[in-house]
């Protein structure tokens, strides 16, 4: 699925991606306070940083 806003313009969600540590294979609020569901576009967002909120979520 391609993600929306974030800084991976429109990149798809790689999963499972790794977040501080910990391997998700699922769209995830962790780290976020306001409870939207976003994606790592890389295996690993500890590295690479770049991410993109789930549509429809």
């Not at 998700?24 to 295996?43: H, L, N, P």
Request: proline content about 5%; some cysteine.
């Amino acid at each position: 699925m391609s993600t929306v806003g974030g800084n991976s313009e429109g990149a798809p969600c790689v999963f499972p991606f790794k977040f501080l540590g910990n391997t998700y294979d699922s769209c995830t609020t962790s780290g976020r306070s306001d409870g939207k569901m976003w994606c790592a576009v890389t295996k690993s967002f500890d590295d690479d940083r770049k991410w993109g909120f789930c549509p429809d979520q």
